[in-house]
């Protein structure tokens, strides 16, 4: 889809306008939606899950023991989007809630059998997908990219840490 740019879309004396098509933070925002979306095809309608049930279950099978809130840090999702994902996968028998003897107002999350399962049949399917992603890179790219990512994501948090 080609859009044309109107010259009606700014007032005389404004700022130059915002180009999306080269704006970091926008750009970094479709590939994420679409690399998401392209995962989620592959696991969603298999195992009837979408993007923050998936992210909870990796996360999850990652650690083995996680509470929700550590799931939330790790993730970078909101409590709420967490509580919703885990709920949904709990429903599914994805996943249990184990209470912290240390801490009564929360609990751990672990796989159940069957979320093992999935999470091991799951895992393969993001590899791969991950490596078709980057099959076009060499070598030093790839370790680029990687440096890259991690220097806008520490600079990225750095930014938006409270005073």
């Known amino acids: 889809m080609h859009l044309k740019r109107t010259s009606s879309a700014r007032t005389p004396g404004s700022p130059a306008g915002l180009a999306l098509a080269t704006f970091l933070p926008?750009?970094?925002?479709?590939?994420t939606a679409v690399v998401s979306d392209g995962l989620a095809r592959l696991y969603g309608a298999r195992f009837g899950i979408g993007i923050p049930e998936w992210r909870v279950l990796a996360t999850v099978g990652e650690f083995g023991a996680i509470t929700a809130k550590a799931v939330g840090r790790h993730a970078e999702m909101g409590k709420v989007k967490v509580s919703r994902a885990a709920a949904a996968l709990e429903a599914r028998g994805y996943i249990r809630r184990r209470p912290n003897a240390e801490d009564l107002r929360e609990a751990f999350?672990?796989?159940?059998?069957?979320?093992?399962?999935?999470?091991?049949?799951?895992?393969p399917l993001a590899l791969d997908y991950?490596?078709?992603?980057?099959?076009?890179?060499?070598?030093?790219?790839?370790?680029?990219?990687?440096?890259?990512?991690a220097a806008l994501l520490r600079r990225a948090r750095a930014m938006t840490a409270p005073p």
């Open 109 to 123: 999350l672990t796989l159940t059998p069957e979320g093992e399962r999935v999470y091991a049949e799951i895992v």
């Open 26 to 31: 926008y750009r970094l925002s479709v590939v």
């Open 130 to 149: 991950a490596e078709r992603l980057t099959a076009d890179l060499g070598p030093a790219e790839r370790a680029a990219l990687d440096g890259l990512i």
